[in-house]
């Protein structure tokens, strides 16, 4: 071969080349060979081939070209078939397989061999094709022959299809295969036929798939023309007509054939010029019957091929020449042209079988939809080559308009393209009157449909050509629309008007790719909203049908807020619109379209975007359906009961609340709305009573099963007898909401729904619990479709998003806690089904119909949850939702929702609950209580089926071993004994137990019991559990005392349970105890009885000693408490037991007796003896050990008594209680005789109580008490125990008791004086007394006569207490006694010295209670007894010396606290000769040095109140001492002079002290102004000079300091004075001279300003002190913060006092000016104007921007310069000319949105100023500064938020036409709207009020205050003008941010460094907003946790 390797000459090795040459010579007919132009024969070398094969042919030549001669030779090949009889099938066979296998290996390398082959090859062809015409003709022949025998048609067996020659190939595999097959071939004769037709068909398919193999190697030598004549006779023409019908199922040999002939354009002249039925038969595969897809999509292949010809792609892709390119698609185009009538055809019968809706669904799954694409798309191409094909078009365009309403998720956005690119085409062919021939009224009709086609298309398609399209297709219908109506004015006609709008308001800039072009938007919006939607003649109700759904779509617009507010406007409009139109006449042909729309376009969409996951969408949709519902509210259904919620507060409004910036009031919102939907539905509603099942005691003895049984035919009906604590279902009508159900679904459900299901960022968990709640409550009044569609649609998504599951399941259960369909009274029998045989046959027929529904309705949701949210309504989503609005819904009967409830909702959540995996069972386990609750409506006999299981499964889930699905499935327990009641509580029990009866699970038993009994014990009665008490008291006694209680009191139990770990068996008791009635009590004492009789070992006897006083507790707290019953049992088990406790039990004549038989057993020397005791245990007594614990049961009736009588059991006024208890004080008395320590202790708190009971024993008892008690004290030596406590204790009640006073009627205290006593420490005591000064007692002798107790045991007493008072423990009760002998008044001297100690506790005492109480107590002393002058001296002292000196400050406060209590309480006789001046100076020196500030506000307080009881004289003394310190401020500003350094340095302390001693005279002078009132007038003048010396003082320093630090080069003076000034702490700073005085001027600043506001005519009158004001401006730009605050205050208390008409009213003269900064100038007008001039007010703005733009602003000085500056803004608005107010007055300044002016140098030379520019100054200035924040404030955000607050509170001053004037509105629009569009967070957290907020949450507070401004704004001004200064800053902002990336581009070329700096820093920033939301997230990750492990600590509880 010709350019074949030998490597490549292989692949023939194993066949053998002569038998290829043998074949090959058989196979050729000898005429071809003869014929042939080559000089040599055939040879396998081919080296004789003429030049006409091998030398390359001209591929562009046609077939027409080539010469008669030559054409005659070609056509031999069409007879040579009849030479290929003599060559076997099988070697014609292995031939063109041969053929095959070369073309596939050598590719274009075996081009030389073409010629020859295609002689073989198409010889076989012809003869496989004569075979199989004489095949078919035999089997006509044959089927004539053989009558009744049903023969097959030969055009049927004839395709080329792989399937037959596969069964071919397998027949002819080898020669031994062959003869088989043949054999087997002529048993009959149509076998044999058969088996010729396959033959012969292999053969044809194998020639023909050589031929395309040829023809897809696309030779380039090599020329097919020659040969496509014979080619069409011999393969294609026979074939032709059957193409349709053999290319169905699978693309025959000859289909593939025709495919590649569209590979190249040499080969698009064989589909056309050989037989002009090639083409149309190829296109006719499209409508054959049964067609598979792969066969249509390869047919739509070969028309997409024709369709995407271009020439000039092909002239470089085919390297053809241009004419040849031409003449091809010339070709083509002729081609479609020609057939473009039979493809329309063709289309249209596709899509009319196809079901295009069915088929577009199925594009998700890549079905048929994708087909279906393609043929749409197809369909696109070849419309633009239709002319006048009418008909189709408009079927087309019938089956094609759907699918623009299918979703995008459905339908594709390219493919809707396409659509409208065929509507585009097609419309005028339909309705053009000068090309359609349909009829006038009939194209006006579809005119119409057209029109609401393409209108709700603009509410869904958001791709750009796509829209560009619709406006086209609209502007087309409304020129059509003008000549169907014969309009022939120049006017616009209404839908032309409409065009034009919807054209602009999509229109795109020309010069940016893919950017909206503003400016034609705004100008269409603002036409419209201002100019046509008020007249019908330009825009009628039929043209708004287009805009309003342009306005839905761009409303939906999240980006953009200027055409998001334009549309919100516009539809606002068109409710507007409507509203006028209903309001003229609602039934008006205009009132009735604008309400279709209204009901069919706006109110669906409302809805559909109320679900929309962005909240300015949601926040513009209820803006709309808020005014729909104002306006429209009475003349639509839907929206009239919505009224309702539009309240005029707007604190109650529900639309302004829902979607508030502030959260609570969303929550707010929700549970007011949820309040209004079920005030009338939650009536409580009574259960149908049965009689009440009485429970056996001896029902624990029966068999489980009969015991099941019973419980479970009897316990349901006990239920029903009995109201339980929890309602178990409330059963109501839908019609009860004010708001319907259908509203109710739509409209505030999605809104709940996002906020339930929110994820990430968007989750608020607040909002979300409280929307899950809401929607439960809103589900009780929804109908069953709508309720149980709901529940399966979360049921669904439970299942499917996992992320989401313990939410789902929350909604779940409060979907089912609100389960309000009453089916208890539905016929059922024993086992719960249904009895009725008619509902059970139509339950039969509508089963299947039932189940449909509710699968379509949950399809439908799911899908419209699934859809993309791009999308919009769909045409059957508008008119469901018509449906549901307009039809009354008619629920299901009650059998049918019974059968739905017990055959799929109640299976589908028993799953839920016997869920394995633990991790959800602790979501899932609270399902048990909603099917429960669902049990309960339902009949009697199914809840008796059902119940008894889910019971079973709850309490087998205790056994999990995950601790958190054991809390979940406890509280779940717990929640259904509450809901049931007591009356299933003995099953539950039994249950349990049963479950839960090995090893640990004892442990969950015990645990599962004290829980259930703790939440059911405040709901049911006394002796509900008493029919279960034995089990309980079983389980309890073994939790207790059993094995259970010792694992637990094990110190080798290492079980991780929690419910292993604690003990709550005492708690069961007393809980058990307080629900049992008194006679059942003995049941629960009865165990105890028989543990103390076995044993009293100490860790058995204290359990049962805690649990016989926890039942005591319980039983204090029994509701059926009996006062007779209780006293009788207590008084007879004291009596029984407190005998034998006092006996010895060791001593017993038994006891003895026992001890000695077991001594004889154990010593026995009897060895047969020895062995019967030793094994026969049994035999020794046992012992009986009651006896020994007697005293026990002692203390439990003690406790009873006691717990009755502090609670007030016993009735004080009844006689015969008082008689029973009578008896019990010689009881208790007699227990203070016990030697049992626990007995003593509790007769103290019996007698304690008793002691205040007119008791006639009490008297009497009282002595021996008394001496019993001192008894007691001198048998210990130690007050520790709790019985000596309890014994004080009862000594004060004695001694407080009105008994004592009997006793003591005739005691007189007398005074007894005591020398001074020596006092321990410097700061807590009096000075010592002098050495040697003997103490002068005079003590009476009858003192003690008639006390209580006596003078000894007084003083023993005291004695034994006084270490008490110092110790935590028993300092209350010794305090307690003490206070009662102060009381008495019983006097000796041992009580002084005890006194003494506790003034020194007041003070050194660490706990704040006991300094309260020594405070109290001291006191009580100081006003009871008698004190010498000396000693109340001494006290006075003692007070001021520790107020002003003691070391830490609680000390501090305690002595100001006495001292407060001195000042309020002592006469003025007593307190100022005493006290007066200590306590003046004392105050002072707090005020002035003291560290701590509560020490600082304490002496403030009481100061002016000190001050106010003053007299003239002692006044006078406070004057001239604050006129002595006050003169420091200006000696101490004198420089120093000395040259010595020592003296200098003295100098200067000296000069510290003066300001020390300055300051505290301002200070006190602020804070007696007040107190004083008018008897500071004369001292006002000399507060003045003060003040204006410390402010003068303070202004000289602060400035000569800055401007010696400005002189330095490189140093900013205020940056730097600012930074120190931060850092400082306290005081003054020696090395900054310029802080010196800080302090000053801040005290200086405060008295004024309280000055100010108590005399505001001396302060801001005629009368006032102009340089001070002056003095105070200067002070705003003070270093410190402080001072700042002080000074803002002070202006902002002027500015209160003030009015804005004073700044026209102020004087006109200029002050002098200054020579120096620090000095004042003088000002000669009235002194209330000072303020108030221009100038004035300017300079005050000036140093409040100064403080807005630093550092160090704290939240105070941020509020109060936005007060201040508001008020300077009202004053400078009257400045305003009138003209200017009209919007014809000044000139705007510079536009202050340039980035180039935002520092304060370049916006003061930007915005001149003048009197009259004044505000607009102002603004430009605040705008600059918070610009200037967002540039280079690195993310900080404080100034913006301030200027932004200001910047609301100016928008609503300035009058609109102002407003709108660029001035005024754009240095405000502009940093709100760079602010909307920041990403730059700040660098770290900031705390505000305790609260700290991340950098992400500042960043979204600040975009939340910037879109309320904006909406503040926008409403002021007006949504037109809003939008156009709004794109303008857009505009300047894309123009800013284009040329800084050009300038960053040149910065890397030109510093690179720079540049890399400045990238890293980017880098950085994004680096920490990434760590800032990863610590975000893991803080919520931490929150959970720790919710998490709250919770299951609170479960534990």
């Known amino acids: 071969m010709v350019g074949v390797t030998q490597d490549e000459l292989r692949f023939f090795v194993g066949i053998g080349l002569e038998t290829f040459r043998t074949t090959i010579l058989r196979a050729t007919p000898r005429e071809l060979l003869a014929n042939a132009e080559s000089p040599e024969p055939f040879s396998l070398t081919f080296n004789g081939a003429s030049a006409s094969t091998t030398d390359k042919m001209d591929v562009d030549s046609d077939a027409s070209a080539l010469d008669t001669d030559e054409q005659s030779s070609i056509s031999e090949y069409v007879g040579a078939g009849a030479e290929m009889d003599n060559v076997s099938s099988k070697a014609q066979i292995s031939f063109l397989h041969l053929q095959m296998e070369l073309i596939r290996s050598l590719g274009i390398k075996a081009t030389p061999v073409f010629h020859e082959a295609f002689a073989v090859i198409l010889s076989s062809v012809a003869w496989a094709q004569r075979e199989l015409d004489v095949a078919n003709d035999e089997l006509e022949t044959l089927a004539t022959e053989q009558t009744g025998d049903d023969s097959q048609t030969t055009e049927d067996s004839d395709a080329d299809n792989d399937s037959d020659m596969d069964d071919a190939q397998s027949y002819v595999s080898d020669d031994e295969d062959m003869d088989v097959a043949v054999a087997a071939g002529k048993k009959s004769a149509r076998g044999d036929i058969e088996h010729r037709k396959s033959v012969a068909r292999e053969i044809r398919q194998l020639a023909i798939k050589c031929i395309t193999r040829m023809f897809v190697l696309e030779p380039p030598n090599f020329s097919f023309a020659p040969y496509m004549q014979c080619i069409y006779e011999v393969a294609i023409d026979p074939r032709i007509d059957n193409l349709a019908s053999e290319n169905t199922q699978n693309s025959s040999a000859l289909l593939l054939l025709l495919k590649s002939w569209t590979l190249t354009p040499k080969y698009y002249p064989y589909l056309v010029d050989y037989n002009p039925l090639t083409f149309p038969m190829l296109l006719d595969i499209l409508v054959a019957p049964k067609v598979q897809s792969s066969v249509v999509s390869l047919v739509l292949g070969i028309l997409q091929t024709f369709l995407d010809y271009d020439p000039q792609v092909a002239v470089h892709k085919y390297e053809l020449s241009a004419e040849s390119a031409e003449a091809y698609g010339v070709l083509v185009k002729g081609m479609i042209q020609r057939h473009i009538s039979r493809i329309l055809s063709h289309m249209r019968t596709c899509f009319s079988n196809s079901n295009l809706n069915t088929a577009t669904t199925a594009t998700q799954s890549g079905g048929s939809g994708n087909l279906v694409m393609h043929q749409i798309h197809i369909l696109s191409r070849v419309a633009e080559y239709a002319t006048e094909e009418t008909q189709d078009a408009k079927a087309l365009l019938d089956l094609l308009l759907p699918t623009l309403k299918r979703p995008g998720s459905v339908v594709p956005a390219r493919t809707k393209g396409d659509v409208l690119n065929i509507m585009l085409r097609f419309i005028p062919l339909v309705i053009d009157p000068s090309v359609s021939a349909i009829a006038k009224d009939e194209q006006q009709h579809l005119l119409a449909g057209y029109l609401n086609s393409i209108s709700s298309s603009f509410g869904r398609l958001r791709l750009d050509s796509a829209r560009a399209t619709l406006s086209r297709i609209l502007s087309t219908l409304a020129k059509f629309d003008r000549q169907l109506q014969g309009v022939t004015t120049s006017e616009p006609t209404p839908l032309e008007s409409a065009a034009w709008v919807v054209e602009e308001i999509n229109a795109y800039s020309t010069q940016r790719l893919n950017e909206p072009d503003h400016e034609r938007r705004l100008v269409a919006f603002g036409r419209l909203n201002d100019e046509l939607w008020n007249q019908p003649a330009l825009l009628d109700a039929h043209a708004w049908i287009p805009v309003l759904h342009n306005l839905v779509y761009f409303a939906q617009d999240q980006e953009e807020l200027a055409t998001r507010s334009n549309a919100s406007f516009g539809l606002a409009r068109f409710i507007t619109r409507t509203a006028q139109a209903f309001n003229a006449d609602p039934q008006s042909a205009e009132a009735q379209v604008m309400g279709r729309s209204m009901q069919s376009i706006l109110l669906p969409s409302i809805k559909h975007m109320l679900a929309s996951k962005h909240e300015v969408v949601q926040m513009e949709f209820l803006g709309a359906l808020r005014r729909a519902v104002h306006e429209c509210g009475d003349f639509f259904d839907q929206l009239r009961d919505l009224k309702a919620l539009d309240t005029p507060d707007e604190e109650a409004n529900f639309f302004y ?224 939702n018509m449906v549901t609005d307009s039809v009354p819904q008619k629920d299901l009967p009650e059998e049918r929702i019974h059968k739905v409830v017990v055959s799929f909702l109640l299976p589908e959540l028993k799953k839920m609950i016997t869920e394995t995996n633990e991790e959800k069972l602790m979501l899932r386990a609270p399902v048990a209580m909603a099917i429960v609750r669902i049990l309960t409506a339902l009949p009697e006999n199914t809840m008796t089926a059902q119940l008894p299981g889910v019971l079973t499964t709850i309490s087998n889930m205790l056994r999990a071993k995950a601790q958190s699905a054991r809390n979940a499935t406890r509280e779940t327990l717990v929640r259904i004994v509450k809901f049931l009641g007591p009356s299933y509580f003995g099953f539950i029990v039994k249950e349990l137990k049963a479950s839960l009866s090995r090893g640990v699970h004892k442990h969950i038993l015990s645990y599962t019991i004290y829980a ?965 997230h893991a803080r919520r990750r931490t929150r959970i946790v720790v919710r998490r492990a709250y919770g299951d600590k609170s479960s534990e509880k």
């Open 657 to 880: 609340n829902i979607l508030h910036i502030q959260t609570h009031r969303r929550t707010r919102a929700m549970r007011r709305f949820r309040d209004l939907v079920a005030k009338n539905v939650y009536i409580q509603s009574q259960m149908p009573t049965d009689d009440a099942m009485d429970v056996d005691e001896d029902s624990a003895s029966d068999s489980d099963d009969d015991e099941s049984k019973g419980v479970a035919k009897k316990k349901p009906s006990t239920s029903r007898s009995k109201t339980p604590a929890i309602q178990p279902l409330v059963f109501n009508s839908e019609q009860a909401s004010p708001i319907s159900p259908a509203n109710i679904r739509a409209l505030i459900f999605p809104l709940l729904e996002n906020w339930a299901l929110a994820e990430g960022d968007q989750l608020n968990h607040d909002l979300s619990n409280e929307a899950i709640q809401t929607i439960g409550a809103l589900s009780a009044v929804l109908p069953w479709s709508q309720y149980n569609a709901m529940l399966r649609k979360y049921l669904g998504m439970a299942k499917k998003t996992p992320s989401l599951e313990k939410r789902l399941m929350r909604l779940i259960m409060s979907l089912l806690d609100n389960f309000h369909f009453d089916l208890r009274h539905v016929k059922v029998d024993k086992l719960g089904r249904l009895l009725s045989d008619e509902s059970a046959s139509s339950d039969k027929e509508q089963e299947v119909p039932v189940v449909v529904v509710a699968e379509t309705e949950v399809a439908e949701v799911v899908e419209n949850e699934l859809a993309d949210e791009d999308t919009g309504l769909t045409e059957a989503d508008d008119e469901s």
């Open 1012 to 1976: 259930l009994l703790k939440e059911i014990l405040g709901m049911i009665k006394v002796g509900d559990l008493d029919y279960t008490l034995e089990p309980l008291i079983e389980i309890l006694v073994q939790d207790v005392f059993g094995q259970v209680g010792e694992d637990k009191d094990s110190e080798d139990w290492t079980s991780k349970m929690r419910e292993a770990k604690v003990h709550h068996g005492p708690d069961c008791f007393e809980m058990l105890a307080s629900v049992t009635q008194f006679d059942n009590i003995r049941m629960m004492l009865a165990p105890l009885r028989d543990i103390l009789r076995e044993t009293d070992t100490p860790k058995r006897t204290r359990v049962v000693d805690n649990v016989l006083r926890r039942i005591s507790i319980g039983v204090n707290h029994n509701k059926s408490y009996d006062t007779k019953s209780i006293l009788i049992f207590c008084h007879s088990i004291i009596n029984q037991y407190l005998a034998m406790s006092t006996k010895d039990a060791k001593d017993t004549k038994k006891v003895k007796e026992d001890a000695e038989q077991l001594k004889r057993l154990r010593f026995a020397s009897n060895e047969e003896n020895a062995k019967v005791y030793i094994r026969r245990k049994d035999m020794a007594p046992k012992r009986d050990y009651l006896q020994a614990n007697a005293h026990r049961f002692v203390q439990f009736g003690l406790e009873i008594v006691y717990f009755g009588l502090r609670r007030e059991r016993f009735s004080s006024k009844d006689a015969e209680v008082l008689g029973m208890l009578d008896p019990f004080v010689d009881l208790a008395g007699n227990g203070l005789f016990s030697r049992y320590n626990s007995i003593i202790s509790l007769c103290c708190k019996i007698w304690a109580i008793m002691v205040r009971l007119p008791l006639p024993s009490v008297s009497a008892g009282i002595p021996v008490v008394i001496k019993r008690l001192f008894a007691i004290f001198r048998q210990t030596s130690s007050t520790n125990s709790d019985m000596i406590q309890n014994c004080f204790k009862l000594l004060a009640s004695l001694l407080r008791s009105k008994h004592a006073e009997s006793l003591m009627a005739g005691y007189e205290p007398e005074e007894l004086e005591t020398p001074e006593k020596d006092e321990v420490g410097k700061t807590v005591s009096d000075k010592k007394a002098k050495k040697g000064k003997k103490p002068a007692v005079r003590i009476s002798a009858d003192c003690m006569k008639d006390s209580l107790i006596s003078e000894q045991q007084l003083r023993d007493l005291i004695d034994f207490i006084r270490p008490d008072i110092e110790e935590t423990e028993r300092q209350a009760t010794a305090f307690s006694l003490i206070r009662a002998i102060l009381t008495r008044r019983m006097i000796v001297d041992s009580l002084y010295k005890l006194l003494d100690n506790i003034r020194e506790l007041m003070i050194t005492a660490q706990d704040a209670n006991v300094r309260e109480v020594c405070r109290l107590t001291w006191f009580q002393f100081l006003m009871d007894y008698p004190l010498g002058e000396r000693r109340l001296t001494n006290a006075m002292s003692f007070i001021v010396q520790n107020a002003t000196g003691y070391v830490y400050e609680s000390g501090r406060v305690s002595a100001l606290e006495i001292m407060g209590v001195i000042i309020n309480r002592f006469a003025d006789e007593i307190l100022l000769p005493n006290a007066a001046e200590p306590f003046f100076l004392g105050l002072v020196l707090i005020i002035a040095k003291d560290e701590s500030s509560q020490c600082r506000e304490m002496a403030t307080h009481l100061l002016p109140i000190m001050i106010a009881r003053f007299d003239q004289p002692r006044l006078n003394r406070a004057w001239t001492l604050l006129d002595q310190w006050s003169a420091g401020i200006a000696n101490s500003c004198e420089p120093v002079v000395e040259t010595d350094a020592k003296k200098a340095a003295n100098a200067e302390i000296q000069q510290a002290k003066m300001r020390e001693l300055g300051r505290a005279a301002l200070q006190c002078y602020g804070i007696i102004i007040e107190p004083l009132g008018d008897k500071f007038g004369k001292r006002i003048p000399a507060f003045l000079s003060i003040v204006d010396t410390a402010l003068t003082v303070s202004l000289k320093t602060w400035k000569q300091a800055e401007l010696q630090l400005n002189h330095r080069p490189g140093v900013d003076g205020v940056g730097d004075l600012e930074t120190i000034a931060a850092n400082l702490h306290s005081g003054g700073d020696p090395h900054n001279a310029a802080l010196t005085y800080w302090e000053t001027a801040y005290l200086a600043l405060n008295a004024y300003e309280r000055f100010a506001r108590v005399m505001p005519q001396k302060a801001v009158g005629d009368n006032g002190q102009s340089r001070i004001w002056q003095l105070a401006v200067r002070h705003l730009t003070h270093p410190h913060a402080w001072v700042r605050l002080s000074a803002a205050r002070l202006i902002g208390a002027y500015v209160a006092m003030g009015d804005p008409s004073w700044m026209l009213e102020a004087e006109s003269e200029s002050p002098v000016e200054e020579t120096a900064e620090w000095e004042v100038p003088v000002y000669t007008g009235r002194p209330k104007y000072v303020l108030f001039s221009a100038s004035a007010l300017k300079q005050i703005a000036h140093g409040l921007i100064v403080q807005l733009s630093s550092r160090f602003v704290s939240p105070e000085l941020g509020t109060q310069i936005v007060k201040n500056l508001y008020f300077i803004a009202r004053c400078f608005l009257t400045a305003v000319p009138q003209n200017a107010l009209e919007g014809t007055g000044i000139e705007p300044v510079a536009d202050a949105s340039d980035d180039d002016s935002d520092s304060d140098e370049e916006a003061e030379q930007s915005s001149v100023w003048t009197k009259e520019r004044s505000l607009s100054w102002l603004i430009n200035r605040i705008g600059s500064l918070a610009r200037t924040e967002i540039i280079r404030g690195r993310g900080l955000t404080e100034k913006r938020t301030y200027s932004f607050r200001w910047f609301a509170a100016v928008i609503s001053l300035v009058p609109p036409t102002l407003l709108k004037q660029s001035a005024y509105i754009m240095p405000i629009v502009s940093p709100l709207y760079r602010t909307t569009q920041d990403t730059q967070l700040p660098s770290q957290p900031i705390t505000l009020s305790g609260t700290t907020k991340s950098p992400t949450e500042q960043l979204d507070e600040l975009k939340s205050l910037a879109n309320d401004v904006i909406k503040l704004l926008q409403t002021r001004i007006g949504v037109t003008e809003f939008s156009a200064i709004l794109v303008k800053v857009q505009s300047h902002v894309s123009q800013v941010q284009s040329q800084r990336r050009e300038r960053r581009k040149q910065l890397a070329v030109i510093d690179p460094e720079l540049h890399a700096k400045k990238k890293i820093r980017k880098h950085e920033s994004s680096r920490r907003r990434r760590q800032e939301q990863m610590s975000e």
